[in-house]
């Protein structure tokens, strides 16, 4: 894996280890909010891209029907697993905690201007809750990436038309993040 090719998943869902009486998944819609947030990929482990490579990710965008858009393309992706999405910032870090995602997609540009905090949030999880922080652009902004660099983004990615592309580049940036910065184990598997 070290060699940057991206890993082949399988096309089928695991099941959830609970079994059927498992609860089940519930969208993390603004309109369909549970009282407390949970997954919706809860039988995925949180660090094992080498057994299961699918990427678990959160996305995180004040445009609505954009974010909606981006989370339906990349829930048809067989190595994308969207955890949860959503604009509030606080919705953000409840999602973060209850689904432990490896990524987390955050389109800085916001009407309310809270990307940064959002990132900065988000950077302070301790080690084994962190997860990786991609800022999601539609160009580049110098001044943008220096500002989520500050706040503790790991990368930063253009948003791409392809969903293939944001997909094997989102597995790209957390296979190296997650190896270099925080589990060098999966480095060397």
């Known amino acids: 894996m070290g060699d940057g090719s991206v ?29 407390m947030p949970h997954c919706l990929a809860d039988s995925l482990p949180r660090v094992s891209l080498g057994a299961d490579p699918r990427l678990k990710l959160v996305l995180v965008d004040d445009h609505e029907l954009a974010r909606a858009a981006l989370a339906k393309r990349l829930r048809r992706h067989d190595q994308i697993v969207v ?18 995602p490896h990524v987390v997609l955050v389109d800085t540009v916001r009407e309310d201007s809270q990307g940064a905090n959002i990132l900065s949030s988000l950077a302070v999880l301790p080690i084994p809750l962190r997860p990786v922080l991609v800022v999601h652009l539609s160009y580049y902004q110098p001044e943008l990436w220096d ?23 989102l597995l790209q940036v957390a296979l190296r993040v997650l190896s270099r910065d925080r589990w060098p184990a999966i480095a060397s598997a």
């Open 7 to 35: 890993p082949n998943g399988p096309s089928d869902r695991r099941p959830n280890p609970a079994g059927p009486a498992a609860r089940p998944p519930l969208p993390l819609f603004r309109d369909e909010r549970p009282v």
């Open 83 to 100: 955890a949860g999405h959503t604009s509030a910032p606080l919705e953000a870090h409840e999602i973060v905690l209850a689904c432990a």
């Open 147 to 169: 500002v989520a660099r500050a706040a503790g983004a790991d990368d930063l990615i253009l948003k791409q038309i392809a969903v293939d592309i944001l997909a094997a580049k």
